[in-house]
């Protein structure tokens, strides 16, 4: 079982940055690929981005893609989603995912953390 807990969400200004962690509980965390996804009000959950178990395949959805990175510190159980020129679009709840191969699918992921608010103010 790994547990996964995010943070780093908060309120900030249409333009500004943010930067998530989520950190897992258990060693095999590096054996993950990690994903973040996000959900906003009435909306479905949407992909955001992955990155596999070494760091060296990273994936983007469209809608963040040069705007947001990923990265992981397998020494410290720890994936982070760096954001950058947010858009108030860009509000929602952002959940972190551990899944056994690299997918942008929801259904692929095994573990999830509880999710950490992330608004952007117009």
């Known amino acids: 079982q790994v547990q996964l807990v995010e943070s780093g969400g908060g309120l900030v200004q249409a333009g500004g940055s943010l930067r998530l962690s989520c950190a897992a509980s258990e060693r095999t965390f590096r054996l993950f690929t990690l994903g973040w996804f996000r959900q906003a009000p009435g909306k479905e959950r949407e992909f955001v981005a992955y990155?596999?178990?070494?760091?060296?395949?990273?994936y983007y959805g469209d809608s963040v893609k040069g705007r947001f990175t990923i990265s992981r510190d397998n020494a410290k159980n720890t994936v982070y989603l760096q954001m950058n020129r947010l858009k108030p679009e860009d509000t929602a709840i952002y959940y972190c995912?551990?899944?056994?191969?690299?997918?942008?699918?929801?259904?692929?992921?095994?573990?999830w953390g509880q999710g950490t608010q992330v608004t952007v103010s117009s």
């Open positions: 995912g551990a899944a056994f191969s690299p997918a942008v699918q929801i259904a692929s992921y095994r573990y």
């Open positions: 990155i596999n178990y070494s760091g060296d395949n990273t």
